[in-house]
């Protein structure tokens, strides 16, 4: 198949901007509970839909008295926190345009950003953020305020106070102005392949993507009939997925907490405390749930039939699934026995980790493993798994309730068409498409024809229209020999491996397949517990031969999925991950290719000696 569309739900024609919902909600539901905020007691106290709005005006008019009008950019620099959320409407209601900024940016990054979307204000969470600024200010004259959220009383009640004698009216007049093709944000690229560019977003693009979803999925956003939904938002808002979540909540009138870190030991206590009842996430947070939840079992002694719970859980999910797609009866009477044993021994407990209420999940960001997905599946947890891009307004394709099938990434979202082109590329369009880069005509006409984008990922359709993602075009190796060789798949089933964090494939021009790996620190110190081994320095422990052969073992198995012509000859273990501070990830924790083989050029050539 070369070509699925998905009818739009039925949705309001997008009219105003995304503002308007604040002001609407407050004034129908003025009690409704439309956000929650943490305080520094730890506590999650409920924001009601008219709080938000006296919130949402009070700091528009703030911002107004400051000097932002219809039009302006305003750069936002900070984790993901409730703070964030006020900003972006109150802009919104001004008509203004909010530029989120990762808050680990280099001063260089924050410089280019600033400077090509010609901010002229600045938001930035605490003194590191405004000393970044600083240290790029003298080269970014149309950069008039910096407002700092964390400095004295902070940048809300500060702006706030500053508002209080503009007349409601004026920042009314803003509003009124705004209309569905106005620009809502310019978000720019994390720049895997060069420099960031800026992906200008209407009012428009959120409300289709967000209503489209919010239409097809608000069934399961609930744990039980009856209850209100909610979301905890842990991903940041500088990425549209997380952007996405937050216009999604608002409209949706989903209540919406934020959690700033995603990191297992700061991210799961809240999680057990807001308790949400739907939550979008990125694999990483999957995967770090059934591992942490694997070794909790091991350090019990129960290692054994921990696994055997997750086979149980597989297979269930599996027969579901065939039944789903008329190819089998369902799970058999002997296999639901067992399912039933470990739901309450082995299940619940991980449905605990994500606070207890959450039933389904949407996964999105990258690839996930089908069996990743099929164990949370049997555990009582449907993910559906989504692909999308920044040019596209978060997702572009969703797995749909009823029926997921495990390891793609679904079905177009309702009013989306997905084409396969001759070379397998994957276009898209639909009204989330986005209307260019910003200063960038023919970048832009690189991409988008007519409506249709070009996104670069490589994929397939099945009989259903089901997209299976295979890789990026610009990421396929060619060997010495001439074999292409699609290194995504290859990776992402490395990476499956308990122990193994990252892994990046090589062999561009080289007579064979070969891999870097590095090593998940929490992992390795409990598996070396496990064998009762003390902990071992990075030099040593990559030399370790029994670790050596453990990481093998992960390698074989992704092996099974290719030709021996494609398949890994061999690896290199390194001592020390990839990350975003040494210029190796981007912001969203995808590779930097080039930037890699670079840093790492004397381990690659060793591993062709």
């Known amino acids: 198949m070369h070509e699925f569309t998905v009818p739009p739900v039925e949705a309001a024609v997008p009219a105003g901007g995304l503002a308007d919902i604040v002001f609407s909600r407050a004034e129908e539901a003025p009690d409704h509970v439309a956000l929650a905020r943490k305080g520094p007691d730890g506590r999650w106290r409920d924001v009601t839909a008219a709080r938000f709005r006296d919130e949402v005006l009070g700091l528009a008019k703030g911002l107004v008295a400051q000097g932002v009008r219809f039009g302006d950019r305003v750069a936002i620099m900070s984790r993901t926190r409730y703070e964030w959320t006020l900003f972006d ?28 979307a010609e901010v002229t204000a600045c938001v930035v969470e605490h003194e590191d953020h405004a000393m ?3 240290s790029v200010v003298d080269r970014l004259p149309r950069l008039q305020r910096l407002w700092q959220l964390d400095a004295g009383e902070g940048a809300v009640a500060e702006l706030t106070a500053a508002g209080a004698g503009i007349d409601e009216d004026v920042v009314q007049r803003h509003r009124r102005a705004v209309t569905p093709e106005s620009v809502a944000t310019v978000i720019y690229t994390s720049g895997t392949t060069g420099p960031p560019k800026g992906c200008v977003l209407t009012h428009a693009n959120f409300m289709v993507e967000s209503d489209m979803l919010v239409g097809r999925w608000e069934p399961v956003f609930r744990s039980r009939p009856g209850d209100q939904a909610s979301t905890l938002l842990f991903l940041p808002l500088a990425h549209v997925f997380g952007r996405m979540v937050e216009v999604a ?16 030991a700061e991210l799961l206590p809240d999680l057990a405390a807001f308790r949400p009842s739907f939550v979008l996430a990125v694999p990483y947070v999957f995967e770090k749930i059934l591992d942490a939840a694997r070794r909790r079992a091991e350090r019990e002694g129960k290692g054994a039939p921990f696994e055997k719970a997750v086979e149980v859980a597989v297979r269930h999910a599996e027969a579901l699934e065939h039944k789903a797609f008329g190819l089998g009866p369902g799970p058999s009477a002997a296999l639901r026995v067992q399912h039933q044993f470990f739901d309450r021994t082995v299940y619940a407990r991980v449905r605990e980790a994500l606070g207890g209420r959450i039933r389904h999940a949407m996964s999105g960001g990258s690839a996930m493993d089908r069996r990743t997905g099929l164990f949370f599946a049997g555990a009582g947890v449907t993910v559906f798994e989504g692909y999308g891009l920044t040019e596209t307004t978060a997702a572009a394709t969703a797995n749909p309730p009823g029926r997921v099938k495990y390891g793609t990434v679904g079905q177009p979202i309702p009013g989306t068409t997905v084409h396969i082109a001759e070379d397998g590329e994957i276009w898209l369009h639909g009204g989330q498409v986005f209307s260019g880069y ?13 409506g249709w984008l070009a996104t670069g990922d490589l994929g397939a359709l099945d009989e259903d229209g089901y997209l299976t993602i295979t890789g990026r075009k610009k990421e396929i190796l060619v060997t010495s020999g001439g074999k292409s060789v699609a290194p995504t798949a290859l990776e992402e089933r490395v990476r499956s491996h308990p122990l193994i964090a990252q892994c990046i494939v090589v062999g561009n021009d080289r007579p064979y397949i070969a891999a870097l790996v590095t090593l998940d620190q929490e992992a390795v110190e409990h598996w070396l517990a496990m064998q009762g081994r003390p902990p071992l320095p990075p030099a040593e422990l990559v030399r370790d031969p029994a670790l050596e052969t453990e990481i093998r073992r992960g390698v074989v198995a992704a092996n099974t999925l290719v030709s021996q012509a494609e398949s890994i000859r061999t690896f290199r273990i390194l001592a020390h991950p990839f990350s975003e501070e040494h210029g190796l990830l981007t912001p969203s924790l995808k590779l930097k290719r080039r930037a890699i083989e670079t840093a790492y050029a004397a381990e690659v050539e060793a591993l062709y000696r």
């Open 438 to 450: 910003l200063n960038a005509p023919g970048e832009t006409a690189a991409v988008l024809n007519d």
């Open 132 to 134: 970044t600024i600083g």
């Open 249 to 264: 909540a608002v409209r949706g009138g989903v209540k919406l907490g934020h959690q700033p870190v995603m990191a297992a």
């Open 89 to 116: 409407f109150a802009l919104w209601t001004l008509g203004a345009q909010p530029v989120p900024v990762y808050p680990t940016s280099s001063a260089e990054q924050v410089f280019w950003m600033l400077h090509d």
